[in-house]
């Protein structure tokens, strides 16, 4: 193999090999029934998203730090439509009430309707792992939901962002898979 090849096989690899340390590891996914992309786009295009998290994947950094430190991580990998994606609970209940419910090292047996009813629960930390039960709400209905984990080591570890980057196209997805079908699921 000449010269430039060997040194174009070994950037691929090095690429090959960063690319997989960024990985997140995303579990199954489900979407209810009611689950529509268009509405999750018309309630967040051009406007302010909610995030509620719960409990701290970081238990050394305070909370409130870790919420401020991985809010640009969230907003870079964010989904397709122009929103902005806030801690701030509504001034006025809005119906429906959208929102994204973040429950960092959940309980195995947490539900996701029991989530967006307001209701959670956290298990053990466990240290080293950046790991989250992601729950899309609208109202108080679990429109979407998977786990999701990875390595980290602090709130900045940039395999953070990748984790959100490639967990919002399963949540809010737009798959032609689960598009309504003029009022009949085909699915």
């Known amino acids: 193999m000449r010269l430039a090849g060997k040194i174009v096989a070994t950037l691929a ?11 997140a590891t995303i579990g199954g996914v489900y979407y209810a029934p009611q689950y529509d992309y268009s509405d999750f786009w018309t309630a967040t295009d051009n406007k302010t998203f ?35 994606f806030t801690y701030d609970k509504p001034a006025e209940m809005p119906r429906p009430y959208y929102r994204l419910v973040l429950v960092f090292d959940y309980a195995n047996d947490l539900r996701a309707d029991a989530v967006c009813e307001g209701k ?4 053990p930390v466990t240290p080293g792992v950046f790991r989250l039960f ?16 990875t390595p980290a080591s602090s709130p900045d570890d940039p395999r953070i962002q990748e984790l959100f980057r490639q967990l919002f196209m399963v949540v809010f997805t737009d798959s032609p898979a689960q598009r309504p079908q003029n009022g009949l699921d085909r699915r």
């Open 134 to 149: 992601a729950i899309y709400c609208r109202n108080d209905m679990a429109m979407s939901q998977t786990t999701a984990w």
């Open 120 to 123: 959670t629960r956290t298990g």
């Open 50 to 84: 909610q995030v509620v998290l719960e409990g701290n994947p970081f238990p050394t950094v305070p909370a409130d730090e870790v919420a401020r430190r991985i809010l640009p991580a969230m907003q870079a990998a964010k989904p397709r439509p122009n929103l902005t």
């Open 13 to 23: 690899a090095t690429a090959a090999l960063s690319t997989a340390a960024y990985a």
